[in-house]
């Protein structure tokens, strides 16, 4: 049974930071590549990073230079490193896994197989 379980989330005020974590159980953590991706209320899921099987990492726009996201596959562990928040990143944070495959699909909802419950990060102004 895999499980994905975030953690970490808060109310922070602007300019602060945060840092998530994603323990993930019942899957082959190193096989995978691992994302996050936030919603906000009344908005869509949206892609913030992914780490890939390889160690590459991409990242939205939105959050390039202020994200860094990593994983520990010893301890079967995704973390997300939020610096510099902004109220505009006020959301439900999820972790998502994605098997390996052969076209790869990083930054949208369908590429991933299995989801966390979510962690809420709330940015204060």
């Known amino acids: 049974q895999v499980q994905l379980v975030e953690s970490g989330g808060g109310l922070v005020q602007a300019g602060d930071s945060l840092k998530l974590s994603c323990a993930a159980s019942?899957?082959?953590?190193?096989?995978?590549?691992l994302g996050w991706f936030r919603q906000a209320p009344g908005k869509e899921r949206e892609f913030v990073t992914t780490?890939?099987?390889?160690?590459?990492?991409y990242y939205a726009d939105s959050v390039t230079g202020r994200f860094t996201i990593s994983r520990d596959n010893a301890k079967n562990t995704l973390y997300l490193q939020m610096n510099s928040l902004k109220p505009e990143d006020t959301a439900v944070y999820y972790c998502?896994?994605?098997?390996?495959?052969?076209?790869?699909?990083?930054?949208?909802?369908?590429?991933?197989?299995?989801w966390g419950q979510g962690t809420q990060v709330t940015v204060s102004s």
């Open positions: 019942g899957l082959a953590f190193s096989s995978y590549a």
């Open positions: 780490i890939l099987w390889s160690g590459r990492t």
């Open positions: 998502a896994a994605q098997a390996q495959k052969a076209e790869v699909i990083v930054d949208e909802s369908r590429g991933y197989d299995y």
